[in-house]
């Protein structure tokens, strides 16, 4: 049986002077940004480029799972947050409550998991 590749689908985070950063990609043609390689733009089929998104973004939504999850902290909080002119990623964020809509969350880098964490801004972990 041959081994299958395992490729981790979560956006990658990067850390530049001391901020933490989604590095994805953008559209060289239409400016269009997405986490994920891809060889074209989806969008017009222009070339991409790495391009990197954060630190800070909008909430676009966010909600707590109290569901226990092996090896997952419970409860835990988790926010789809806007990046400006940038793509919408899933964070994990701390805490029970989840994060006010339209309020600002800045990356704080990855949890023990490896899942991507935020904070709301103004607010300590
Ligand atoms: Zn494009």
New binding site residues.
């Given amino acids: 049986m041959a081994e299958i590749a395992l490729v981790d689908p979560r956006p990658k985070v990067v850390e530049q002077d001391g901020q933490h950063l989604i590095q994805g990609w953008r ?1 060289a ?4 940004a997405i986490t994920q390689e891809v060889p074209r ?1 989806p ?4 070339g991409m480029k790495v391009s990197y998104f954060g630190p800070t973004g909008t909430v676009h939504g966010s909600t707590t799972i109290r569901v226990r999850v092996p090896g997952q902290q419970h409860p835990y909080s988790l926010a789809y947050v806007l990046f400006p002119d940038g793509p919408r990623v899933l964070v994990h964020t701390p805490g029970d409550t989840p994060l006010p809509l339209r309020s600002t969350a800045t990356l704080t880098g990855l949890t023990e998991n490896g899942e991507i964490a935020a904070q709301r801004d103004g607010e300590r972990v």
């Fill in positions: 559209c043609e239409c400016n269009y733009c969008e017009c089929r222009g």
